[in-house]
Protein backbone atom coordinates (compact mmCIF):
# COMPACT_ATOMS: atom_id res chain seq x y z
CA UNK A 1 0.00 0.00 0.00
CA UNK A 2 1.72 3.24 -1.12
CA UNK A 3 1.85 6.51 1.25
CA UNK A 4 -1.20 7.81 0.00
CA UNK A 5 -3.34 4.36 -0.45
CA UNK A 6 -5.85 3.50 1.89
CA UNK A 7 -8.80 1.32 1.63
CA UNK A 8 -12.32 2.68 2.02
CA UNK A 9 -14.41 2.75 4.89
CA UNK A 10 -16.61 0.19 3.93
CA UNK A 11 -14.10 -1.82 3.12
CA UNK A 12 -12.66 -1.13 6.70
CA UNK A 13 -16.00 -1.84 8.18
CA UNK A 14 -15.84 -5.20 6.75
CA UNK A 15 -12.50 -5.73 8.94
CA UNK A 16 -14.04 -4.41 11.85
CA UNK A 17 -17.36 -6.92 11.61
CA UNK A 18 -15.26 -9.91 10.86
CA UNK A 19 -13.11 -9.36 13.89
CA UNK A 20 -16.79 -8.78 15.80
CA UNK A 21 -15.48 -5.46 17.18
CA UNK A 22 -19.18 -3.66 16.66
CA UNK A 23 -17.55 -0.31 16.56
CA UNK A 24 -20.30 2.84 15.47
CA UNK A 25 -19.50 5.27 12.26
CA UNK A 26 -17.88 7.49 14.63
CA UNK A 27 -15.29 4.74 16.22
CA UNK A 28 -14.49 3.59 12.81
CA UNK A 29 -13.53 7.26 11.73
CA UNK A 30 -11.70 7.31 14.64
CA UNK A 31 -9.79 4.09 14.12
CA UNK A 32 -9.07 4.11 10.48
CA UNK A 33 -6.24 6.43 10.12
CA UNK A 34 -4.57 3.74 12.80
CA UNK A 35 -4.95 1.36 10.56
CA UNK A 36 -4.38 3.00 7.80
CA UNK A 37 -0.58 3.56 9.35
CA UNK A 38 -0.24 0.26 10.52
CA UNK A 39 -1.29 -1.34 6.86
CA UNK A 40 1.40 0.62 4.80
CA UNK A 41 3.89 -0.18 7.69
CA UNK A 42 2.96 -3.80 7.39
CA UNK A 43 2.59 -4.13 3.88
CA UNK A 44 6.29 -4.84 3.34
CA UNK A 45 5.98 -7.99 4.86
CA UNK A 46 4.01 -9.56 1.68
CA UNK A 47 7.11 -8.69 0.03
CA UNK A 48 9.53 -11.10 1.71
CA UNK A 49 10.77 -13.93 -0.45
CA UNK A 50 10.88 -16.51 1.82
CA UNK A 51 12.07 -20.52 1.43
CA UNK A 52 9.75 -23.44 2.68
CA UNK A 53 11.71 -24.15 5.28
CA UNK A 54 10.97 -20.31 6.47
CA UNK A 55 8.28 -22.21 9.00
CA UNK A 56 6.92 -19.70 11.43
CA UNK A 57 5.30 -21.66 13.95
CA UNK A 58 6.32 -25.51 15.04
CA UNK A 59 3.91 -27.47 17.40
CA UNK A 60 5.50 -29.05 20.26
CA UNK A 61 5.32 -32.57 20.12
CA UNK A 62 6.23 -33.81 23.67
CA UNK A 63 2.79 -34.21 25.87
CA UNK A 64 4.52 -34.26 29.15
CA UNK A 65 3.38 -31.64 30.73
CA UNK A 66 -0.54 -33.16 30.41
CA UNK A 67 1.18 -36.25 32.14
CA UNK A 68 -1.13 -38.21 30.94
CA UNK A 69 -1.22 -42.19 32.36
CA UNK A 70 0.73 -45.09 31.12
CA UNK A 71 -2.01 -47.53 29.94
CA UNK A 72 -0.21 -50.43 32.08
CA UNK A 73 -0.39 -48.20 35.13
CA UNK A 74 -4.05 -48.17 34.65
CA UNK B 1 12.90 13.37 54.78
CA UNK B 2 16.32 13.14 56.92
CA UNK B 3 19.85 13.31 55.29
CA UNK B 4 19.97 9.67 56.57
CA UNK B 5 16.74 8.36 54.90
CA UNK B 6 17.86 9.74 51.60
CA UNK B 7 21.53 8.42 52.05
CA UNK B 8 20.03 4.64 52.72
CA UNK B 9 17.41 5.02 49.96
CA UNK B 10 20.60 5.85 47.29
CA UNK B 11 22.91 2.59 48.28
CA UNK B 12 23.18 0.23 45.63
CA UNK B 13 21.96 -3.41 45.99
CA UNK B 14 25.57 -4.66 46.01
CA UNK B 15 26.06 -1.93 48.90
CA UNK B 16 23.09 -2.75 51.36
CA UNK B 17 23.27 -6.50 50.75
CA UNK B 18 26.73 -6.48 51.73
CA UNK B 19 25.83 -3.95 55.01
CA UNK B 20 22.89 -6.13 55.65
CA UNK B 21 25.27 -9.04 55.71
CA UNK B 22 27.67 -8.20 57.54
CA UNK B 23 24.72 -6.53 60.49
CA UNK B 24 25.69 -2.78 59.58
CA UNK B 25 22.35 -2.24 58.47
CA UNK B 26 18.78 -3.50 59.57
CA UNK B 27 16.19 -4.46 57.48
CA UNK B 28 13.71 -2.91 59.13
CA UNK B 29 15.64 0.71 59.03
CA UNK B 30 15.85 0.12 55.79
CA UNK B 31 12.95 -0.55 54.71
CA UNK B 32 11.60 2.13 56.69
CA UNK B 33 13.40 4.63 55.36
CA UNK B 34 12.39 3.33 51.92
CA UNK B 35 8.72 3.42 53.21
CA UNK B 36 9.36 6.82 54.16
CA UNK B 37 10.57 8.27 51.54
CA UNK B 38 7.20 6.76 49.09
CA UNK B 39 5.22 8.63 51.61
CA UNK B 40 7.56 12.04 51.29
CA UNK B 41 7.76 11.91 46.90
CA UNK B 42 5.27 9.53 45.46
CA UNK B 43 2.34 12.17 45.65
CA UNK B 44 4.10 13.57 43.11
CA UNK B 45 5.75 11.14 40.94
CA UNK B 46 3.06 8.42 41.04
CA UNK B 47 5.05 5.20 40.65
CA UNK B 48 2.93 2.92 42.77
CA UNK B 49 0.24 1.86 42.48
CA UNK B 50 -0.28 -0.13 45.87
CA UNK B 51 2.04 0.44 48.73
CA UNK B 52 1.98 -2.63 50.60
CA UNK B 53 3.39 -0.82 54.59
CA UNK B 54 2.79 -3.02 56.56
CA UNK B 55 3.61 -6.32 54.90
CA UNK B 56 7.03 -5.04 53.79
CA UNK B 57 7.40 -4.33 57.56
CA UNK B 58 7.09 -7.75 58.66
CA UNK B 59 8.94 -9.25 55.83
CA UNK B 60 11.56 -6.79 57.03
CA UNK B 61 11.47 -7.71 60.64
CA UNK B 62 11.80 -11.56 59.60
CA UNK B 63 14.29 -11.21 57.61
CA UNK B 64 16.52 -9.29 60.33
CA UNK B 65 15.72 -12.14 62.64
CA UNK B 66 16.67 -14.88 59.83
CA UNK B 67 19.69 -12.56 59.39
CA UNK B 68 20.42 -12.41 63.24
CA UNK B 69 19.87 -16.20 63.52
CA UNK B 70 22.68 -16.66 60.71
CA UNK B 71 20.08 -17.52 58.13
CA UNK B 72 21.57 -14.99 55.43
CA UNK B 73 19.42 -16.20 52.28
CA UNK B 74 22.16 -14.07 49.79
CA UNK B 75 22.13 -10.47 47.98
CA UNK B 76 18.93 -9.63 47.76
CA UNK B 77 18.24 -10.51 51.85
CA UNK B 78 16.27 -7.74 52.80
CA UNK B 79 16.74 -5.64 49.98
CA UNK B 80 13.62 -3.73 49.29
CA UNK B 81 12.26 -4.15 45.80
CA UNK B 82 8.37 -3.53 44.16
CA UNK B 83 6.57 -5.19 41.14
CA UNK B 84 5.62 -3.69 37.42
CA UNK B 85 1.77 -4.30 38.57
CA UNK B 86 0.97 -7.32 35.96
CA UNK B 87 3.04 -9.53 38.43
CA UNK B 88 0.56 -11.83 40.42
CA UNK B 89 0.59 -11.32 44.23
CA UNK B 90 -1.11 -13.89 46.19
CA UNK B 91 -3.76 -11.85 47.79
CA UNK B 92 -2.43 -8.36 46.78
CA UNK B 93 -4.46 -6.76 43.88
CA UNK B 94 -2.48 -7.09 40.97
CA UNK B 95 -4.35 -4.23 38.38
CA UNK B 96 -1.68 -4.22 34.90
CA UNK B 97 -2.70 -0.77 34.79
CA UNK B 98 -6.43 -1.70 33.59
CA UNK B 99 -10.06 -1.03 34.85
CA UNK B 100 -10.73 -4.07 33.62
CA UNK B 101 -8.45 -6.13 36.38
CA UNK B 102 -9.37 -3.28 38.81
CA UNK B 103 -10.48 -5.73 41.34
CA UNK B 104 -8.10 -8.54 40.80
CA UNK B 105 -6.74 -10.29 43.69
CA UNK B 106 -4.50 -12.96 42.18
CA UNK B 107 -4.77 -16.71 44.88
CA UNK B 108 -1.25 -17.26 44.04
CA UNK B 109 2.39 -15.54 43.39
CA UNK B 110 3.86 -14.95 39.91
CA UNK B 111 7.03 -17.56 39.61
CA UNK B 112 9.19 -14.62 39.93
CA UNK B 113 7.42 -13.10 42.67
CA UNK B 114 7.61 -16.25 44.16
CA UNK B 115 11.49 -16.24 43.46
CA UNK B 116 11.73 -12.70 44.92
CA UNK B 117 10.18 -13.83 48.03
CA UNK B 118 12.49 -16.81 48.16
CA UNK B 119 15.76 -14.48 48.21
CA UNK B 120 14.47 -12.90 51.20
CA UNK B 121 13.28 -9.62 49.18
CA UNK B 122 10.84 -7.13 50.97
CA UNK B 123 8.16 -6.53 48.42
CA UNK B 124 7.24 -2.53 49.07
CA UNK B 125 4.23 -2.53 46.60
CA UNK B 126 3.03 -2.74 43.24
CA UNK B 127 4.45 0.25 40.40
CA UNK B 128 2.33 1.68 38.26
CA UNK B 129 2.59 1.03 34.40
CA UNK B 130 1.11 1.41 30.81
CA UNK B 131 -1.98 -0.20 30.74
CA UNK B 132 -1.32 -3.93 29.94
CA UNK B 133 1.69 -2.95 29.53
CA UNK B 134 1.18 -0.90 25.59
CA UNK B 135 1.28 2.39 24.16
CA UNK B 136 1.83 5.24 25.99
CA UNK B 137 0.89 7.42 29.74
CA UNK B 138 -3.09 7.20 29.03
CA UNK B 139 -4.81 9.71 31.24
CA UNK B 140 -8.32 7.66 30.28
CA UNK B 141 -7.14 4.42 31.81
CA UNK B 142 -7.82 4.85 35.27
CA UNK B 143 -4.87 5.06 36.92
CA UNK B 144 -2.50 8.18 37.79
CA UNK B 145 0.37 8.05 35.21
CA UNK B 146 4.23 7.70 36.78
CA UNK B 147 6.18 10.84 35.90
CA UNK B 148 9.74 10.93 35.39
CA UNK B 149 12.03 12.36 38.31
CA UNK B 150 14.78 14.22 36.17
CA UNK B 151 12.13 16.00 34.93
CA UNK B 152 8.08 16.16 35.86
CA UNK B 153 7.11 17.35 32.55
CA UNK B 154 8.13 14.58 30.62
CA UNK B 155 6.98 10.62 30.49
CA UNK B 156 9.66 8.13 32.49
CA UNK B 157 9.23 5.65 29.20
CA UNK B 158 6.85 2.66 29.19
CA UNK B 159 5.38 0.65 30.05
CA UNK B 160 7.00 -0.05 33.22
CA UNK B 161 6.39 3.96 34.09
CA UNK B 162 6.80 3.02 37.82
CA UNK B 163 9.13 0.79 38.04
CA UNK B 164 11.73 3.67 35.88
CA UNK B 165 10.11 6.37 38.17
CA UNK B 166 10.84 4.52 41.40
CA UNK B 167 14.28 3.07 40.70
CA UNK B 168 15.27 6.03 39.76
CA UNK B 169 13.97 8.64 42.75
CA UNK B 170 14.61 5.94 45.35
CA UNK B 171 11.44 4.81 46.15
CA UNK B 172 12.81 1.28 45.93
CA UNK B 173 16.10 -0.62 45.20
CA UNK B 174 15.07 -2.46 42.33
CA UNK B 175 12.10 -3.33 40.50
CA UNK B 176 10.87 -5.90 38.09
CA UNK B 177 9.65 -4.54 34.70
CA UNK B 178 8.12 -6.34 31.76
CA UNK B 179 9.24 -6.10 27.92
CA UNK B 180 7.31 -6.99 24.60
CA UNK B 181 8.86 -4.42 22.49
CA UNK B 182 11.27 -2.17 24.79
CA UNK B 183 9.10 -1.56 28.22
CA UNK B 184 12.10 -2.41 30.74
CA UNK B 185 15.09 -1.07 28.36
CA UNK B 186 12.83 2.35 27.59
CA UNK B 187 12.30 3.31 30.82
CA UNK B 188 15.66 2.65 32.33
CA UNK B 189 17.16 4.74 29.20
CA UNK B 190 14.21 7.34 29.97
CA UNK B 191 15.23 7.34 33.80
CA UNK B 192 18.86 6.87 33.52
CA UNK B 193 19.10 3.89 35.05
CA UNK B 194 19.94 0.12 33.85
CA UNK B 195 17.79 -2.44 32.87
CA UNK B 196 17.88 -6.01 31.10
CA UNK B 197 15.39 -8.41 29.13
CA UNK B 198 17.20 -11.49 29.22
CA UNK B 199 17.08 -13.90 26.64
CA UNK B 200 13.74 -15.25 25.77
CA UNK B 201 13.05 -18.45 28.10
CA UNK B 202 15.99 -16.98 30.56
CA UNK B 203 13.23 -15.82 32.67
CA UNK B 204 9.68 -17.71 33.67
CA UNK B 205 6.32 -15.41 32.96
CA UNK B 206 4.00 -17.50 34.77
CA UNK B 207 1.75 -15.29 36.84
CA UNK B 208 2.72 -11.97 34.47
CA UNK B 209 -0.19 -11.06 32.76
CA UNK B 210 0.72 -11.09 28.95
CA UNK B 211 0.94 -8.77 26.04
CA UNK B 212 2.19 -10.92 23.58
CA UNK B 213 3.44 -14.14 24.48
CA UNK B 214 6.08 -14.86 21.62
CA UNK B 215 7.46 -11.54 22.58
CA UNK B 216 7.09 -10.76 26.27
CA UNK B 217 10.33 -11.04 28.46
CA UNK B 218 10.79 -10.46 32.67
CA UNK B 219 13.48 -8.72 34.15
CA UNK B 220 15.10 -5.90 36.15
CA UNK B 221 15.34 -2.27 36.54
CA UNK B 222 18.00 -1.06 39.17
CA UNK B 223 20.82 1.91 39.41
CA UNK B 224 23.16 -0.29 38.46
CA UNK B 225 24.46 -3.07 36.42
CA UNK B 226 25.62 -5.19 39.22
CA UNK B 227 22.28 -4.30 40.58
CA UNK B 228 20.81 -5.78 37.78
CA UNK B 229 23.06 -9.10 38.03
CA UNK B 230 21.89 -9.78 41.31
CA UNK B 231 18.29 -9.35 40.85
CA UNK B 232 17.87 -11.25 37.41
CA UNK B 233 20.02 -14.30 39.58
CA UNK B 234 17.07 -14.44 41.76
CA UNK B 235 14.28 -15.02 39.41
CA UNK B 236 16.48 -16.50 36.24
CA UNK B 237 15.85 -20.24 35.57
CA UNK B 238 14.03 -23.05 34.15
CA UNK B 239 10.12 -23.18 35.26
CA UNK B 240 7.82 -26.19 34.93
CA UNK B 241 5.38 -23.82 35.15
CA UNK B 242 6.37 -22.06 32.19
CA UNK B 243 7.13 -23.87 29.23
CA UNK B 244 8.64 -21.86 26.97
CA UNK B 245 11.36 -21.64 29.46
CA UNK B 246 15.03 -22.91 29.27
CA UNK B 247 16.53 -25.73 31.23
CA UNK B 248 19.92 -24.03 30.08
CA UNK B 249 22.18 -23.53 33.87
CA UNK B 250 21.71 -20.19 35.25
CA UNK B 251 25.75 -18.69 35.31
CA UNK B 252 26.88 -16.26 37.92
CA UNK B 253 25.44 -12.98 36.67
CA UNK B 254 27.43 -11.22 39.46
CA UNK B 255 30.57 -12.80 39.11
CA UNK B 256 30.53 -12.06 34.92
CA UNK B 257 30.35 -8.24 35.80
CA UNK B 258 34.25 -8.00 36.68
CA UNK B 259 36.48 -8.00 33.50
CA UNK B 260 37.86 -5.89 31.06
CA UNK B 261 36.53 -5.66 27.59
CA UNK B 262 40.32 -5.68 26.02
CA UNK B 263 39.95 -7.64 21.94
CA UNK B 264 35.52 -7.36 22.82
CA UNK B 265 34.41 -7.46 19.40
CA UNK B 266 31.51 -4.74 19.60
CA UNK B 267 29.44 -4.53 16.20
CA UNK B 268 27.44 -1.52 15.52
CA UNK B 269 24.40 -1.61 13.65
CA UNK B 270 24.80 2.36 12.03
CA UNK B 271 22.44 1.19 8.76
CA UNK B 272 19.38 1.13 11.54
CA UNK B 273 20.46 2.63 14.30
CA UNK B 274 22.21 5.95 13.33
CA UNK B 275 20.52 6.69 10.40
CA UNK B 276 20.20 10.12 8.97
CA UNK B 277 16.38 10.08 10.67
CA UNK B 278 14.74 13.48 11.53
CA UNK B 279 12.69 11.36 13.72
CA UNK B 280 15.95 10.30 15.80
CA UNK B 281 17.11 12.66 18.33
CA UNK B 282 20.80 14.14 17.29
CA UNK B 283 21.17 14.46 21.04
CA UNK B 284 20.77 10.60 21.41
CA UNK B 285 23.40 9.90 18.86
CA UNK B 286 26.08 12.02 19.68
CA UNK B 287 25.74 10.67 23.10
CA UNK B 288 25.77 7.14 22.07
CA UNK B 289 28.96 7.92 19.75
CA UNK B 290 30.74 9.05 22.81
CA UNK B 291 29.73 6.15 24.69
CA UNK B 292 31.07 4.15 21.61
CA UNK B 293 34.57 5.83 21.89
CA UNK B 294 34.60 5.14 25.73
CA UNK B 295 34.50 1.48 24.92
CA UNK B 296 37.07 1.76 22.37
CA UNK B 297 39.36 3.51 24.24
CA UNK B 298 38.44 0.44 26.68
CA UNK B 299 39.85 -1.84 24.35
CA UNK B 300 36.61 -3.01 22.57
CA UNK B 301 37.18 -3.19 18.63
CA UNK B 302 34.10 -1.34 16.78
CA UNK B 303 32.99 -2.62 13.53
CA UNK B 304 29.92 -1.67 11.92
CA UNK B 305 27.56 -4.42 10.58
CA UNK B 306 24.51 -4.91 8.79
CA UNK B 307 21.47 -6.77 9.86
CA UNK B 308 19.39 -6.40 6.50
CA UNK B 309 16.29 -7.74 7.99
CA UNK B 310 16.24 -4.92 10.29
CA UNK B 311 14.25 -3.00 7.41
CA UNK B 312 11.00 -4.96 8.56
CA UNK B 313 11.42 -5.82 12.10
CA UNK B 314 8.51 -2.67 12.94
CA UNK B 315 6.51 -4.19 10.78
CA UNK B 316 6.89 -7.88 11.99
CA UNK B 317 6.60 -6.63 15.43
CA UNK B 318 3.50 -4.10 15.02
CA UNK B 319 1.67 -7.52 13.28
CA UNK B 320 2.93 -10.01 16.07
CA UNK B 321 2.12 -7.93 19.31
CA UNK B 322 -1.40 -6.64 18.05
CA UNK B 323 -2.67 -9.55 16.91
CA UNK B 324 -1.49 -11.69 20.39
CA UNK B 325 -2.76 -8.78 22.40
CA UNK B 326 -6.38 -8.88 20.34
CA UNK B 327 -6.58 -12.70 20.88
CA UNK B 328 -5.92 -12.51 24.71
CA UNK B 329 -8.15 -9.20 25.07
CA UNK B 330 -10.70 -9.72 22.23
CA UNK B 331 -13.73 -11.02 24.44
CA UNK B 332 -13.15 -8.03 27.09
CA UNK B 333 -13.16 -5.55 24.08
CA UNK B 334 -16.04 -6.78 22.88
CA UNK B 335 -18.45 -7.09 26.32
CA UNK B 336 -16.55 -4.11 28.20
CA UNK B 337 -14.94 -1.74 26.06
CA UNK B 338 -15.92 1.16 28.29
CA UNK B 339 -13.37 -0.33 30.70
CA UNK B 340 -10.17 -0.02 28.51
CA UNK B 341 -8.05 3.46 28.10
CA UNK B 342 -8.32 4.88 24.65
CA UNK B 343 -4.80 4.80 23.47
CA UNK B 344 -4.73 0.44 24.58
CA UNK B 345 -8.47 0.09 22.75
CA UNK B 346 -7.52 1.67 19.76
CA UNK B 347 -4.55 -0.57 19.34
CA UNK B 348 -5.69 -3.83 19.94
CA UNK B 349 -8.39 -3.44 18.17
CA UNK B 350 -6.40 -3.28 15.45
CA UNK B 351 -4.70 -6.06 16.11
CA UNK B 352 -8.32 -7.68 15.56
CA UNK B 353 -7.76 -6.70 11.78
CA UNK B 354 -5.06 -8.42 10.61
CA UNK B 355 -4.99 -11.84 9.06
CA UNK B 356 -3.98 -15.00 9.62
CA UNK B 357 -1.58 -14.79 6.73
CA UNK B 358 -0.22 -11.78 7.56
CA UNK B 359 0.43 -13.22 11.08
CA UNK B 360 2.11 -16.21 9.59
CA UNK B 361 4.32 -14.06 7.79
CA UNK B 362 5.73 -11.79 10.38
CA UNK B 363 6.49 -14.94 12.72
CA UNK B 364 8.40 -15.87 9.40
CA UNK B 365 10.13 -12.89 8.62
CA UNK B 366 11.13 -12.87 12.84
CA UNK B 367 12.88 -16.23 11.58
CA UNK B 368 15.13 -13.97 9.00
CA UNK B 369 15.68 -11.50 11.13
CA UNK B 370 17.12 -14.13 13.39
CA UNK B 371 19.27 -15.81 10.79
CA UNK B 372 20.61 -12.71 9.97
CA UNK B 373 21.90 -11.26 13.72
CA UNK B 374 23.09 -15.02 14.03
CA UNK B 375 25.50 -14.78 11.04
CA UNK B 376 26.83 -10.94 12.68
CA UNK B 377 26.94 -12.54 16.20
CA UNK B 378 29.45 -15.14 14.53
CA UNK B 379 31.71 -12.16 14.19
CA UNK B 380 31.07 -9.93 16.98
CA UNK B 381 31.08 -10.50 20.54
CA UNK B 382 27.70 -7.63 21.31
CA UNK B 383 26.22 -4.80 19.79
CA UNK B 384 26.18 -1.62 20.41
CA UNK B 385 22.93 1.19 19.71
CA UNK B 386 21.10 4.16 21.37
CA UNK B 387 18.58 2.08 22.94
CA UNK B 388 16.06 4.73 22.12
CA UNK B 389 15.52 6.86 19.21
CA UNK B 390 14.82 10.22 21.36
CA UNK B 391 14.67 11.36 25.18
CA UNK B 392 11.86 11.03 27.09
CA UNK B 393 8.83 13.30 25.19
CA UNK B 394 6.60 15.33 27.53
CA UNK B 395 3.05 14.14 28.59
CA UNK B 396 1.44 16.68 26.43
CA UNK B 397 3.34 15.26 23.27
CA UNK B 398 2.42 11.48 23.61
CA UNK B 399 -0.57 9.63 21.72
CA UNK B 400 -1.76 6.62 21.10
CA UNK B 401 0.23 6.43 17.75
CA UNK B 402 3.78 8.18 19.49
CA UNK B 403 5.74 4.88 19.71
CA UNK B 404 4.66 3.59 16.34
CA UNK B 405 5.75 6.94 14.63
CA UNK B 406 9.07 6.42 15.73
CA UNK B 407 11.91 3.75 14.81
CA UNK B 408 12.13 0.93 17.65
CA UNK B 409 15.84 0.21 18.67
CA UNK B 410 14.36 -2.06 20.99
CA UNK B 411 11.73 -4.31 19.66
CA UNK B 412 13.93 -6.49 17.22
CA UNK B 413 15.46 -7.81 20.48
CA UNK B 414 11.92 -8.80 21.54
CA UNK B 415 11.59 -10.63 17.92
CA UNK B 416 15.26 -12.41 18.35
CA UNK B 417 14.89 -12.98 21.89
CA UNK B 418 18.68 -12.19 22.52
CA UNK B 419 19.31 -10.41 26.20
CA UNK B 420 19.35 -6.46 25.79
CA UNK B 421 20.57 -4.16 28.37
CA UNK B 422 20.30 -0.38 28.73
CA UNK B 423 22.75 1.59 30.74
CA UNK B 424 22.71 5.29 31.11
CA UNK B 425 25.30 6.92 29.06
CA UNK B 426 24.74 10.74 28.91
CA UNK B 427 22.29 13.85 29.31
CA UNK B 428 20.55 15.80 26.96
CA UNK B 429 20.98 19.67 27.02
CA UNK B 430 17.69 19.80 28.94
CA UNK B 431 18.58 17.28 31.50
CA UNK B 432 17.34 14.23 29.64
CA UNK B 433 18.84 11.14 30.16
CA UNK B 434 20.02 8.96 27.25
CA UNK B 435 20.70 5.01 27.16
CA UNK B 436 23.24 3.04 25.53
CA UNK B 437 21.73 -0.47 24.45
CA UNK B 438 24.15 -3.51 24.43
CA UNK B 439 22.75 -6.86 23.16
CA UNK B 440 24.47 -10.24 23.00
CA UNK B 441 24.48 -14.02 22.10
CA UNK B 442 21.05 -15.86 23.12
CA UNK B 443 22.21 -16.85 27.07
CA UNK B 444 25.56 -14.76 26.97
CA UNK B 445 23.67 -12.56 29.94
CA UNK B 446 27.33 -12.49 31.14
CA UNK B 447 29.36 -10.85 28.43
CA UNK B 448 26.41 -8.21 28.17
CA UNK B 449 26.89 -7.65 31.98
CA UNK B 450 30.35 -7.04 31.08
CA UNK B 451 30.13 -4.60 28.66
CA UNK B 452 27.94 -2.50 30.08
CA UNK B 453 29.63 -2.44 33.63
CA UNK B 454 32.98 -2.12 32.38
CA UNK B 455 31.52 1.09 30.01
CA UNK B 456 29.35 2.25 33.43
CA UNK B 457 32.45 2.53 35.71
CA UNK B 458 34.62 4.00 33.13
CA UNK B 459 31.33 6.87 31.99
CA UNK B 460 30.38 6.79 35.93
CA UNK B 461 26.61 8.42 35.22
CA UNK B 462 25.28 6.25 38.13
CA UNK B 463 26.70 9.30 40.38
CA UNK B 464 24.29 11.92 39.50
CA UNK B 465 20.88 11.57 40.91
CA UNK B 466 17.58 13.30 39.59
CA UNK B 467 16.52 16.79 41.41
CA UNK B 468 13.31 14.59 43.60
Not at chain 1, 17 to 31: C, H, Q
Request: aromatic letters at 8%.
Amino acid sequence: MGESESISMDAFRVLTDRARLGLTMEELESLKPMYDHFARQTAVLSELELDAEDMALRFPPDWDSLALPHTAER
Amino acid sequence: MTQTTTELCYLTIREAGALLRDGGLSPVELTRAFLERIESLDGTLQAYITVLADDAMAEARTAEAEILRGEYRGPMHGIPIALKDLYDTKGVRTTAGSRVMADRVPTEDATTTALLRASGAVLLGKLAMHEFALGGPDPTCGFPLARNPWSLEHIPGGSSSGSGAAVAAGLCMGALGSCTGGSIRGPASHCGIAGIKATYGRVSRYGVVPLSWTLDHCGPLTWTVEDSAIMLQAIAGYDPKDPTTSHAPVPDYLASVEGDIRGLRVGVPRHYFFADDPDVSKDTLSAVETALGVLEDLGAVLEDVTVPSLAYAGAAQSVIMASEAFAYHQSNLRTRPQDFGEMVRARFRIGGLFTAGEYVQAQRARNVLKRDFAEVLRRVDVLASPTMSNPAPRFDEVDAMSTARVPSFTGPYNLTGMPAISVPCGFTPEGLPVGLQIAGKPFDEPTVFRTAYAYQQQARWFERRPPV
